[in-house]
């Protein structure tokens, strides 16, 4: 069975520095994965997507991340974090077997000025 | 439609009354899903439908829930005699089937908040 697991419950940046979400995954064949976005009261938002063709993978907002079966991670990035990305960040996996996405925890970005 | 529709947004009941939930999917996915945020847990995966059939319902989490789906498109997820447990945040999403989901990923709803009071 799929499973993710997200690193951090909570990651604090200023405004302007590097965001790093941690993300690792256990399958055992190449899996298929998503970054999801939450803002406060709105729904699940689709960053990016983990197709095979890449294994790094650029999304909207200036997010992207990269595969990495060595480490079975698929850490979420962004150069330089805005105001505007504090949410929750979900790190998903596609469960082949039954179809069905397996969510990670969750990451609270929180974004100081 | 150009989105997952969810209806109605909040929902709020008393317990022991039952309640329905609605999905209205993107217009020729064929895969759906219903999923729960409670407030201070992840999401939890409450039943799939591949077009109107259920091949997986191990999520539901008593037989209080049920979920039907019908002419391959709107669902509804219901739930009988309410409890306080009960509220949460219940997610609806579509997608492609088969090889295209993991290309197209899944586009969720706004949700249905619902409190049991």
């Known amino acids: 069975a799929q499973s993710v697991t997200q690193l951090d419950s909570h990651v604090s940046v200023s405004e302007g520095t590097p965001v790093l979400l941690r993300c690792n995954y256990s399958?055992?064949?190449?899996?298929?994965l998503f970054w999801y976005v939450q803002h406060p009261n709105k729904g699940l938002q689709l960053l990016l997507k983990y197709t095979s063709a890449a294994t790094l993978v650029k999304g909207i907002n200036g997010f992207e991340a990269e595969f990495k079966k060595s480490e079975t991670s698929f850490h979420l990035t962004k150069p330089s974090a805005h105001m505007s990305d504090a949410a929750e960040y979900f790190c998903v996996g596609l469960n082949t077997g039954f179809q069905k996405l397996v969510f990670g925890t969750g990451t609270r970005l929180l974004v100081s000025p | 439609g150009a989105g997952v529709s969810q209806s109605p947004s909040n929902k709020v009941t008393e317990k022991g009354k039952d309640v329905e939930l609605r999905c209205d999917p993107i217009?020729?996915?064929?895969?759906l899903y219903w999923y729960r945020q409670s407030l201070g847990q992840g999401l939890e995966f409450l039943i799939y439908?591949?077009?109107?059939?259920?091949?997986?319902k191990s999520g539901l989490p008593s037989d209080r829930f049920s979920a039907e789906r019908t002419g391959g498109s709107v669902s509804t997820l219901t739930i009988q005699r309410t409890q306080q447990e009960d509220s949460a945040v219940y997610l609806c999403a579509s997608s492609l089937q088969g090889a295209e989901r993991s290309v197209y990923g899944y586009t969720f709803g706004s949700g249905t908040r619902l409190t049991v009071v």
């Open positions: 217009s020729g996915h064929t895969a």
């Open positions: 399958s055992s064949y190449s899996p298929s």
């Open positions: 439908f591949q077009g109107n059939s259920a091949p997986d």
